[in-house]
């Protein structure tokens, strides 16, 4: 009897993170918060990921990776990523990230859209992003000497 609680216990936490909001990703880098929209942009760009739309008023990118299809299972996946800045200290900017993965398919019943947690890509485009940001100042400074 006491399993059987701790067993829907952790059904309804899956339930509940299923059905919860998905928090963004954040990653606080230096720099001014235009510098850095920029930077992001080259950043999906260097990913091989489309601009979809992009705001430098509302430091807003959205960017979509290739769509991914399978015959086998007749479904197509393609992932949306939102990229938000905002200015967080002197020469410092916070980019906050959000990760959906979009499904279609026969057997899906239509079009989805799944909010990721988690995902290996979080981590792949910050570090991408540190990097164009690291060649711009390494660049700025070059210019002045």
Known sequence: MLLAGCESESFSERVSNRFSAVPPKVLTVEGDTRAVYYAAQQAFKRLDYNLL????????????SRINT????????????QIDIAQVGPNQAEVTMR???QMEGQGLGGANELPLREHGFYETYFAVLQ???????????????
């Open 99 to 101: 990760l959906v993965e």
């Open 53 to 64: 739309r992009s705001n430098v008023g509302k430091l807003h990118v959205e960017a979509a």
């Open 70 to 81: 399978s015959v086998a299972f007749r479904d197509s996946r393609q992932l949306v990523a």
């Open 131 to 145: 990097q164009v940001l690291r060649e711009e100042a390494d660049a700025a400074a070059a210019k002045k000497n």
